[in-house]
C-alpha cells in the first residue's frame, strides 16, 4: 500500500460509530451531495482505515465507479451497502489502495531470509541429534506477510528463501480486499515489476505465452498505459506450494490461522490506523509471533511501541522486534 501520515486523533468508540450509521444515512439523504466525512467514517468502521484528506478524490471514485456498476446513484449505494456484503466488498476493493512493488524494502527482505537460514540450521541440527527424528522444532519457517496487496511481498520473500536453497518454510499473505488477493493468488505481473527483481530471483521468473489471458487491472492501473499493465511473466509454479492466500481483517480478534510465526512482516500499514488500533493490532501481531520470533515493520513506524514481551533489535535499516516471552 502508499504510505501515508494518520495524525493521532482522540479516540471515538466503536459503538458510536456503529450507533451512528443511522443517522449518517439520514444526513446522506438530506444531502445528495458527496459527503466525504460519513464516507471516511463508513470505511473506518468497515476496515479500521482512516483515509487521509490527499486520498478523498480516490475515495469519491470509487464511491462513483462502484455505484455505476450497480445502476446506483451514491445516495442508493448508501442504502444498499448494509443489505449486501458483495456490494460492500466491492466497495472495499475499490478503496482500498493495492499497489505494491516486488522487494519493496531490501534490507527487510535480506533480514528474514537471513532469519530463515538461521532456523533451517537449527531445523537440521536437532534433526542430527534427536535418536526418534522428533526434535520439537517446528521444520516450517513461518512467515505472515499482513496487508500483502498483490502478492508481491509474499513472492519477494519466496524468492529470496528458495534463491538460498531453502525448501522448509510457508508463508501467509493477508488482505482486507478480495480483488487484491485474486491478484496474488494468479501471480501474475507486468515487465514494470519484473525489472524491481534482483538477479540472483530472475530464475524464478516465468514468461507468459502470448495466449495466457490477461487478469483484469486494478483501479490504481488505470492511469497506467495499457501495453505496459499487460501480463509478461508469472511467478515459478515451484514456488506456489509455499505460498497461500487468505482474506483477513487486521482489526477482528481472530487470526488467519492458527500457527505461529517466525517471522510476521507488517510494513506500510499502521500509518492508516489511529494509534490506540495501532496498539490493538501490534498486540495481536505479538500473540501469533513465535516466541524468538519477529515483527518487522516499516522504518519509521510505531516508534511509541513499548511491549513487555518484546524488544527492539539494534538494526540500522530495519524496524524490528524479537518476542522475548508469551
Not at 1 to 20: C, D, W
Not at 40 to 68: C, M, S
Not at 181 to 201: N, T, V
Request: aromatic share 8%; with cysteine.
Amino acid at each position: 500500500m502508499i504510505a501515508g501520515h494518520v495524525n493521532e486523533l482522540n479516540q471515538p468508540t466503536r459503538s458510536f460509530v456503529k450507533a451512528s450509521s443511522a443517522a449518517l444515512g439520514k444526513t446522506v439523504m438530506q444531502n445528495d451531495h458527496f459527503d466525504a466525512q460519513q464516507w471516511q467514517r463508513y470505511i473506518e468502521h468497515e476496515t479500521g482505515f482512516v483515509l487521509p484528506a490527499a486520498q478523498l478524490k480516490w475515495l469519491k471514485n470509487a464511491i462513483d465507479h462502484t455505484a455505476q456498476s450497480q445502476g446506483l446513484s451514491a445516495k442508493q449505494l448508501w442504502y444498499q451497502l448494509p443489505k449486501s456484503n458483495a456490494l460492500r466488498q466491492q466497495l472495499l476493493d475499490k478503496v482500498l489502495i493495492h499497489e505494491s512493488r516486488f522487494f519493496r524494502h531490501q534490507p527487510s527482505i535480506d533480514f528474514v531470509t537471513q532469519c530463515a537460514a538461521e532456523h533451517q540450521r537449527r531445523v537440521l541440527k536437532a534433526d542430527r541429534v534427536s535418536a526418534d527424528g522428533i526434535s520439537g522444532v517446528d521444520k516450517l519457517f513461518r512467515i505472515w506477510s499482513v496487508g500483502c496487496a498483490g502478492g508481491q511481498e509474499a513472492w519477494s520473500l519466496a524468492m529470496s528463501l528458495a534463491a538460498q536453497q531453502m525448501t522448509r518454510f510457508a508463508i501467509l499473505g493477508t488482505d482486507v480486499s478480495e480483488q487484491a488477493l485474486a491478484k496474488a493468488r494468479l501471480a501474475q505481473y507486468d515487465k514494470r515489476q519484473q525489472a524491481l527483481i534482483p538477479q540472483h530471483c530472475q530464475p524464478y521468473v516465468y514468461p507468459l505465452s502470448a495466449n495466457r489471458p490477461t487478469p483484469t487491472s486494478s483501479l490504481a492501473d488505470t492511469a497506467m498505459p495499457a501495453t505496459a499493465l499487460q501480463t509478461s511473466w508469472q511467478v515459478a509454479p515451484t514456488l506456489q506450494s509455499h505460498v497461500s492466500f487468505a482474506l483477513h481483517n487486521i482489526i477482528e480478534q481472530q487470526p488467519p490461522t492458527p500457527h505461529l510465526q517466525q517471522v510476521i512482516i507488517c510494513q506500510n500499514m499502521l500509518l492508516y490506523f489511529r494509534k490506540f488500533d495501532q496498539r490493538d493490532i501490534l498486540a495481536r501481531l505479538s500473540a501469533q509471533c513465535d516466541p524468538g520470533g519477529y515483527i518487522v515493520l516499516a522504518p519509521g513506524e510505531a516508534l511509541f511501541w513499548r511491549p513487555a514481551n518484546m524488544r527492539r533489535i539494534a538494526h540500522p535499516q530495519v524496524n524490528v522486534w524479537q518476542k522475548t516471552n508469551t
